[in-house]
C-alpha cells in the first residue's frame, strides 16, 4: 500500500511540473532565441533558460494575496499565464558595437512570425526592444523584452490575456510618461 502510494505521488509530482510550464522554454521561444542569436554578432552561452507556467502563477499569485500592498498583484497576476526568462552570456567583449542596422534585422525576423515593436532604445553599450504579439482573435497575448548589452542577451516573454493586464496596471496606477531631452 505504501508503494502504491509513493507512486501516485511521484506521478502527481511529475504532472504538477510538466503542466507548471516549469521544465524549460517551449519551442517558440527557443525558435526567437535561435533567431535572435543567428542575427547578433559574437558567441553566446546559456547562463539560464527557464519558464513557468499557470501553476507555478497560481502559487505565486496565492502568496502575493497576502502582503500589504495598494496595487492589485494579485488581480494582474491573473492575467499572465505564461512566462519564460533566458540569459545568455557573451564571450567575446570586444566584437560588441550597437547598430540601428542589427535591431533592424531582429525587427524584421520577428515581424515575419507577427511580432511588432513598441519601443526601441540603444544606449552607448546596450540596446532594448520590445515587441507585442496578438492572438488569432486580435488580442495582445504576448510580450517580448529583448536587452543586448556587451557582456549579455536578455529574453524574457510573457503571455496572457495582456490587455486586461495593462488595464489593471493603469486603474492602479495612472498614466505617467517621462519623456527625456535627448530625442
Not at 52 to 78: C, P, Q, R, Y
Request: aromatic share 10%.
Amino acid at each position: 500500500m505504501k508503494l502504491k502510494k509513493l507512486g501516485v505521488t511521484v506521478l502527481l509530482v511529475f504532472i504538477g511540473i510538466s503542466f507548471s510550464g516549469c521544465i524549460g522554454v517551449n519551442s517558440d521561444f527557443g525558435s526567437i532565441r535561435n533567431s535572435l542569436l543567428k542575427n547578433m554578432d559574437g558567441r553566446f552561452e546559456r547562463d539560464i533558460e527557464f519558464s513557468v507556467g499557470s501553476l507555478g502563477i497560481k502559487i505565486a499569485e496565492s502568496f502575493v494575496k497576502f502582503t500589504d500592498t495598494e496595487e492589485n498583484v494579485d488581480e494582474m497576476l491573473n492575467q499572465v499565464s505564461h512566462v519564460q526568462i533566458g540569459v545568455y552570456s557573451r564571450n567575446d567583449y570586444d566584437r560588441f558595437q550597437p547598430s540601428m542596422f542589427g535591431l533592424k534585422q531582429l525587427s524584421e525576423e520577428l515581424e515575419k512570425d507577427g511580432w511588432q515593436y513598441i519601443v526601441k532604445n540603444i544606449n552607448d553599450d546596450e540596446m532594448t526592444t520590445v515587441f507585442l504579439n496578438k492572438n488569432n482573435d486580435g488580442q495582445l497575448n504576448r510580450l517580448l523584452v529583448v536587452n543586448y548589452s556587451d557582456d549579455e542577451l536578455v529574453l524574457a516573454e510573457l503571455t496572457g490575456n495582456l490587455e486586461k493586464l495593462i488595464q489593471h496596471a493603469i486603474k492602479d496606477n495612472g498614466i505617467k510618461f517621462k519623456i527625456s531631452d535627448n530625442y
